[in-house]
């Protein structure tokens, strides 16, 4: 009987990851999420060996089946709570244990986590947000943050992440910062965003605590004549120890669609 694919990774593991674009897709990893997501068979890519394609079944699912595995996967997460000590979890993960919960400060903002793995806020957090801050949680090694700053394709386990990473947050944050004027100041008065020296010459730099130990800075560099406007996110070369690739790539995930609905709600 044929497999389906459990994540993305396990796609990409089979692709030459040569951007040859003889599927149609600009890259490996598009090609990845296209078949992934059920969009197209893995027989598209002439470079995997026809006995491969044998094992695996197209992908029978939607796009939107996407976000019930994100809830499933939410909920098993907030299961394996139960398992960690969360009072002797507060050094590590930079919170404080009281009455029974363990608060982070996310954005700014309490967020606190029972035994049972419910979650309490004043402010809304998604799914896309409340994974990483879970994930956080159960594997932060508690690593100092360094205060040096890197991008995901440079974290050890950042290269096959990133070109994904790229299209699903940099690219779409960059186009809210196109049109959306006061998106900076707005995550300096309301998620308690640090503006800092420019980082690598750009116009505007902020640094966000998301997690205690995960700080991210977003670097925008404004329309110039010749020149299109760009916006990088940057972790700190300690992220991964502390939340792992792919909790990365949710937190950034999340908290991109945090701020659209942001610039919804104040317009841009």
């Known amino acids: 009987m044929s497999a389906q694919f459990k994540n993305l990774m396990e796609v990409l593991k089979l692709l030459p990851k040569t951007n040859c674009r003889k599927c149609n897709e600009k890259t490996c990893m598009a090609f990845a999420a296209a078949v992934f997501i059920g969009d197209k068979p893995l027989s598209q890519c002439p470079m995997v060996p026809v006995d491969m394609v044998a094992n695996y079944d197209t992908q029978h699912r939607k796009i939107n089946k996407i976000e019930q595995e994100r809830d499933e996967a939410l909920a098993a997460l907030k299961n394996s709570i139960r398992k960690v000590n969360l009072q002797a979890s507060a050094e590590r993960t930079g919170g404080a244990y009281n009455d029974k919960k363990l608060t982070l400060k996310i954005m700014g903002k309490d967020f606190s986590v029972d035994s049972d793995g419910n979650l309490y806020t004043d402010i809304h957090v998604n799914p896309w947000v409340a994974m990483p801050i879970l994930s956080y949680i159960r594997h932060c090694k508690g690593t100092p943050v360094s205060g040096q700053w890197t991008s995901m394709r440079e974290l050890p386990g950042g290269k096959d992440w990133y070109q994904f990473f790229n299209h699903q947050c940099e690219k779409p944050l960059k186009k809210l910062a196109d049109t959306y004027t006061d998106l900076f100041q707005d995550l300096v008065d309301i998620f308690n965003g ?67 609905k942001l610039a919804l709600r104040h317009g841009s």
């Not at 020296?197 to 998301?210: E, F, M, R, T």
């Not at 205690?212 to 992220?239: H, K, Q």
């Open 194 to 260: 640090q503006k800092t020296n420019n980082h690598d010459q750009a116009d505007i730099s902020v640094i966000l605590h998301p997690l205690p130990r995960v700080p991210m800075m977003i670097c925008y560099w404004r329309t110039e004549e010749g020149m299109e406007s760009n916006l990088n996110l940057f972790f700190d070369v300690t992220a991964e120890e502390n939340l792992g690739i792919e909790g990365l790539y949710s937190l950034g995930t999340g908290i991109v669609r945090m701020f659209e």
